[in-house]
Structure formats: structure tokens, C-alpha cells
């Protein structure tokens, strides 16, 4: 932070931050504090840039990885500013050039999303992200859990940053994913032969209650990056994880739920019937293995998965030996039996619209379908798009 403070002022500020340690570089103008867990000694020192070795008590160990931060007198996009001169990426390019160089990433922070102020009201008013805190990947993985908040400014036009690590962070089991550099090993297809027959069709027709298949092949643990805090409709920040729970839900059961209210059917009756029979039996007539394949075949080898895990690089690949349960599958479709969970079960990702998520309404959810459903969907869309232009006026 850019100081309007004495060096000799650094003790009081300490006591204010409740820290344990205080250091500064060699002109005063750059302050680090630290709990008391951590043993800091100064490595390199000039008057813009301090270079610090920390020793973590708790794990005893020197901390050797990446931590960069301060002030950097520059944005990363035109989100970042308000008021003075507009932004041209040109102004910012460079900056965020060097950082993906250098494997640098940052992981969100807390607070008010400027750390400058030029302290100047109404039209001169300008706010600027100016400060942030980059890590490395080694970083990341050694603490798992690391938070960034914007303080408010005290002596001086930027906000002191305060850096949590190593919190308790919640552990999510991996889901199994299939990777498609497996099907060129040369023993992938003598691996899935005896386990997929060994499960054969009882993983449909015995539904939710066979899972094995799956799990049995995969086995991990992974961190994931979370949102702690968002902004609900009120303008109140939230960050209770049982209260993140249940604003999400409701937000998303809200954006997808239809208003109670009594359908009228019957404008339908002016409606000319245009499906005629031998269109209906068409419709409703059991694919054919040749069909099922080709639709197969059609879909993209590289589609995103949904929660069983295998794409279409597996079917593709391994169509001699899993082909006829996909179809047999298929067909039982037709026939009116009900799809199970393990089918028909969904995974809901939230991607992000902008770079920081403030408000749920910043991330847009898409459904990631299992490949066999979308096999079924594919099938029905081939033959309604046969039809299709029969029924549809050109008007």
C-alpha cells in the first residue's frame, strides 16, 4: 500500500490489524504484518519491491512457493475502473500478458472490488483496482483454502489486503471422468471387455441400484475453487456455507419454476390435425440397430459429460463390445419403461459471465446430459426432422 504514514507509525497499526509481527522495506514505504506463527526474514529490499523468506511454525518448513502482490499502478480489464480516462486494452495487455507468463493466478477476493481512490468527488472521482495478490499453483495446493480481503483504507488512498490461508477447506469427492488418451493404451479394450460384461445390461435394468460399475473405476478426492460470499437480492453479502446452500437453490428453483396457475387447453381445438397416423407409427416405431449406431456416430466424440462420466470416445471406441446394450437400451425407451436416475440424472454447472461473481445472477447455469440420454434425444430429433416441415407453415 501507497503510505501517508511515518515508519515509526507501524506499531500502531499493527495493534490495529491485531497481527504479531510488523516489517517494512528499507524507505518506509512498504508494510508486512503477520501473525505469530510465521517467522519472517527480509531477503531483498529496495525502496518499490521487498523480497521476504517465511518460515510457517505450524508446519515447520520454509514457505517455498510464489506469493506477488502490491500495487501494480495497473487494471486487468475496463471493470476495474470507474470515472476518469476510458480504458483501451492496450492500456492492460502487457500487464496480463506478464502475469500468464509467469503461471501467476489470482483467487478472488472480498470487499469492495477497488483498492484506490484518488480522493476526489464527483466528476474527478475515480476508483481503481490497482492492488491484488498472485500465487502459484504450489501455493494453492500446499494451503488449499486462501482468501483475499480489501480492507478498508487507513493512511493511505489504497486498501491494505489481508491474506487467510490454510482454513479448513471441504473435501468433494471426485467424479469419475473418462480420459480419452486411455483408448490408446493397447490393453484399454482387454480392460473394458470383462468389466462392462461382467455388468452387462444390469446397469439399466437394474437402475439405481448398481452404481459399482462407475465407481469401481475411478476412486479420487480433489479441492475445488468455491464461491464463500455472494450478494443476494437485498444487497446483504452472505458467506455461512449452510446459508450459501440454500440462497443458491432457491435463486435457481425460482428462475426454473412456472407460476401456479390453470392451463388452457383449449385453443387447441382450433388447431388442424396435421400428424396423421402412418406419421405417428413412424414416431413411435422401435429404432433399428442401424439407427441407434448412426446416431451414435453422429454425436460429437468430444461433448462434455454428464455424471456417469464416459463420452462419445467411448462409445465411439468401444462400440463392439457395449453397441448392443446401447441399443437394447434405446429400444426399452420405446417400449414405456422408465428411464432410471442413473440415466437420466444431470449435472448442473455454473459457469461463470464475468471474472469476479458477486450476485448469482453473474453465473449461467447449463445441464450436462450422459451420453445414452443424449443418444435418445438425438434419435427423436432425426425422425421429428423428417416431419417437421410438413407441419410447420413457411410463414
Known amino acids: 500500500m501507497e503510505l501517508f504514514q511515518h515508519v515509526r507509525q507501524i506499531q500502531k497499526f499493527k495493534r490495529r490489524l491485531w497481527m504479531h509481527q510488523a516489517v517494512a522495506n528499507c524507505n518506509g514505504k512498504i508494510w508486512f504484518f503477520v501473525e505469530e506463527n510465521v517467522d519472517v526474514e527480509i531477503l531483498f529490499d529496495t525502496a518499490q519491491q521487498v523480497t521476504l523468506k517465511l518460515f510457517l511454525q505450524e508446519h515447520n518448513r520454509y514457505l517455498i512457493t510464489t506469493l506477488v502482490g502490491g500495487d501494480f499502478n495497473v487494471v486487468m480489464n475496463e471493470e476495474e475502473k470507474i470515472g476518469g480516462v476510458p480504458l483501451v486494452p492496450q492500456d492492460y495487455e502487457d500487464f496480463a500478458f506478464c502475469i500468464n507468463s509467469c503461471d501467476l493466478f489470482e483467487t478472488g477476493f472480498k470487499s469492495s472490488p477497488f483498492t484506490w481512490w484518488n480522493g476526489r468527488a464527483g466528476d474527478d472521482c475515480i476508483f481503481e483496482r490497482l492492488d491484488r495478490i498472485f500465487f502459484n499453483s504450489q501455493f494453492q495446493q500446499w494451503f488449499g483454502h486462501i482468501e483475499v480481503e480489501h480492507l478498508s483504507r487507513t493512511g493511505s488512498d489504497h486498501a491494505p489486503h489481508l491474506i487467510t490461508l490454510g482454513e479448513e477447506v471441504q473435501i468433494f469427492i471426485k467424479p469419475f471422468r473418462f480420459l480419452k488418451f486411455w483408448i490408446e493404451h493397447k490393453d484399454f479394450l482387454d480392460i473394458v471387455r470383462p468389466n462392462w460384461s461382467e455388468e452387462r445390461y444390469t446397469w439399466f435394468s437394474e437402475g439405481d441400484r448398481n452404481t459399482r460399475f462407475f465407481h469401481n473405476l475411478v476412486n479420487g478426492r480433489r479441492k475445488r475453487l468455491q464461491v464463500n460470499r455472494i450478494q443476494i437480492s437485498d444487497g446483504e453479502w452472505i458467506e455461512d456455507k449452510e446459508q450459501l446452500a440454500a440462497e443458491v437453490v432457491n435463486f435457481f428453483q425460482q428462475q426454473f419454476s412456472q407460476e401456479e396457475g390453470t392451463l388452457d387447453f383449449g385453443m387447441l381445438k382450433h388447431i388442424p390435425q396435421m400428424v396423421s397416423s402412418e406419421i405417428n407409427d413412424l414416431l413411435c416405431a422401435l429404432p433399428s440397430q442401424e439407427e441407434v449406431k448412426n446416431v451414435v456416430f453422429e454425436l460429437k466424440r468430444e461433448s462434455a459429460c454428464g455424471p456417469d462420466g464416459l463420452?462419445?470416445?467411448f462409445f465411439h471406441s468401444c462400440w463392439d463390445i457395449v453397441g448392443m446394450d446401447v441399443f437394447r437400451m434405446v429400444q426399452d425407451f420405446y417400449e414405456g419403461h422408465t428411464l432410471p436416475k442413473s440415466v437420466t440424472h444431470t449435472n448442473l454447472v455454473l459457469n461463470l459471465k464475468k471474472s469476479e461473481v458477486h450476485t448469482f445472477g453473474d453465473l449461467r447455469p447449463?445441464?450436462?446430459?450422459?451420453?445414452?440420454?443424449?443418444?435418445?434425444?438425438?434419435?427423436?430429433?432425426?425422425?421429428?426432422?423428417?416431419?417437421?416441415?410438413?407441419?410447420?407453415s413457411s410463414n
Open 311 to 313: 463420452s462419445g470416445t
Open 366 to 392: 447449463i445441464s450436462l446430459s450422459n451420453f445414452i440420454n443424449k443418444v435418445i434425444s438425438r434419435v427423436v430429433h432425426g425422425r421429428m426432422d423428417k416431419i417437421l416441415p410438413g407441419l410447420i
